[in-house]
């Protein structure tokens, strides 16, 4: 927050305005899919009837919009559970590595097995495969093959993000517990549902306790999917509940910033949701909202840093 100090010298000195240095705010999207239908697995989880979702979403359709709402950076999310599609999406965006900085695959269908050393190391000689995603369970149990596979992430220093569904906020505790370097990240606010009741005691206690594990982050994403019928409330009110409690758990420190379009779609347009994070970051200061969407980001995914520039504030002549 800008200092009164400043308004009153502008003030003594007779100035109609003062120009600031104010950082600005490179805008990291940490959770975007693309997709094509003709891809062999196809996206079960999109039906056919969806007129908004059905239909492909590439490169030539996201990075115009992504830039003309400031995104300087992009961490892509495997949309589906294919494995063949982890390559496809580093594939897909290697023609703009300044944009598409990394890439969440998807490895659900081999962790815990002997499939998965070979497939994650290959993978791995691309530097913008920053990490995998754990959508699908396909063992009950977290095994010791499981563990031993996610001990070999963190070694590399790759990250996982969680969506929680067939994994449990439980489930990510006992991972972060047994694996303090592995840095995990909770997709969507672990996968709670908004309906404008306040949120059930057993699960905010849950998501708290999580917090608590300092390799933990938690994603600032999805607000409008938390919602089950759509298209969402565009309030921000609807959706401080659950924003204030991940502040409250999670600190500003391990907040990251993700949209998740184009299923956003189903509600509203992309800068739409930027604009309602947005609104709800600048309440807690410039410092947070470097934080949230660029800095943390940064950090936890370890992509390469954008160059930081001022932008001219003015404070207006009353």
Same mark, same amino acid.
């Given at each position: 927050?800008?200092?009164?100090?400043?308004?009153?010298?502008?003030?003594?000195?007779?100035?109609?305005?003062?120009?600031?240095?104010?950082?600005?705010?490179?805008i990291v999207d940490t959770h975007i899919h693309l997709w094509d239908l003709k891809r062999p697995a196809g996206l079960g989880w999109i039906a056919k009837d969806n007129q908004t979702l059905y239909r492909?979403?590439?490169?030539?359709?996201?990075?115009?919009? #992504? +830039?003309?709402?400031? !995104?300087?950076?992009? &961490?892509?999310?495997?949309? @589906?559970?294919?494995? =063949?599609?982890?390559?496809?999406?580093?594939?897909?965006?290697?023609?703009?590595?300044?944009?598409?900085?990394?890439?969440?695959?998807?490895?659900?269908?081999?962790?815990?097995?002997?499939?998965?050393?070979?497939?994650?190391d290959k993978l791995c000689q691309d530097s913008r495969y920053v990490g995998y995603r754990l959508s699908g369970r396909y063992q009950e149990k977290l095994t010791d093959a499981f563990f031993r596979d996610?001990?070999?992430?963190?070694?590399?220093?790759?990250?996982?993000?969680?969506?929680?569904?067939?994994?449990?906020?439980?489930?990510?505790?006992?991972?972060?517990?047994?694996?303090?370097?592995?840095?995990?990240?909770?997709?969507?606010?672990?996968?709670?549902?908004?309906?404008?009741?306040?949120?059930?005691?057993?699960?905010?206690?849950?998501?708290?306790?999580? #917090? +608590?594990?300092?390799? !933990?982050?938690?994603? &600032?994403?999805?607000?409008? @999917?938390?919602?089950? =019928?759509?298209?969402?409330?565009?309030?921000?009110?609807?959706?401080e509940p659950i924003l204030e409690l991940a502040y409250e758990a999670f600190g500003e420190d391990r907040l990251v910033y993700g949209s998740d379009w184009p299923v956003t779609e189903t509600t509203g347009?992309?800068?739409?949701?930027?604009?309602?994070?947005?609104?709800?970051?600048?309440?807690?200061?410039?410092?947070?909202?470097?934080?949230?969407?660029?800095?943390?980001?940064?950090?936890?995914?370890?992509?390469?840093?954008?160059?930081?520039?001022?932008?001219?504030?003015?404070?207006?002549?009353?």
């Amino acid at each position: 927050m800008r200092s009164p100090s400043i308004f009153l010298l502008a003030s003594c000195l007779g100035l109609s305005s003062l120009a600031l240095a104010k950082p600005d705010v490179p805008i990291v999207d940490t959770h975007i899919h693309l997709w094509d239908l003709k891809r062999p697995a196809g996206l079960g989880w999109i039906a056919k009837d969806n007129q908004t979702l059905y239909r492909n979403f590439l490169p030539q359709h996201h990075a115009p919009i #992504a +830039r003309a709402n400031g !995104v300087r950076a992009v &961490v892509l999310v495997q949309a @589906g559970q294919s494995l =063949p599609d982890n390559q496809w999406n580093l594939d897909l965006t290697a023609h703009d590595k300044d944009l598409y900085r990394g890439l969440v695959g998807n490895l659900s269908e081999v962790i815990g097995t002997d499939r998965f050393q070979p497939l994650f190391d290959k993978l791995c000689q691309d530097s913008r495969y920053v990490g995998y995603r754990l959508s699908g369970r396909y063992q009950e149990k977290l095994t010791d093959a499981f563990f031993r596979d996610l001990e070999r992430t963190a070694k590399k220093g790759r990250t996982v993000d969680i969506l929680c569904g067939k994994y449990s906020l439980r489930d990510f505790e006992a991972i972060a517990t047994r694996l303090p370097g592995l840095k995990i990240i909770i997709d969507h606010f672990g996968n709670v549902r908004l309906d404008g009741e306040p949120l059930g005691p057993q699960w905010v206690r849950q998501f708290k306790s999580l #917090a +608590r594990r300092p390799n !933990v982050y938690c994603k &600032v994403s999805a607000l409008y @999917g938390r919602v089950k =019928p759509q298209p969402a409330p565009k309030q921000l009110s609807f959706y401080e509940p659950i924003l204030e409690l991940a502040y409250e758990a999670f600190g500003e420190d391990r907040l990251v910033y993700g949209s998740d379009w184009p299923v956003t779609e189903t509600t509203g347009d992309y800068g739409s949701v930027l604009k309602l994070t947005r609104a709800w970051a600048v309440t807690k200061g410039d410092s947070f909202e470097l934080k949230l969407f660029y800095k943390n980001a940064v950090r936890f995914y370890g992509i390469p840093k954008i160059l930081l520039t001022t932008v001219p504030s003015t404070i207006p002549k009353k």
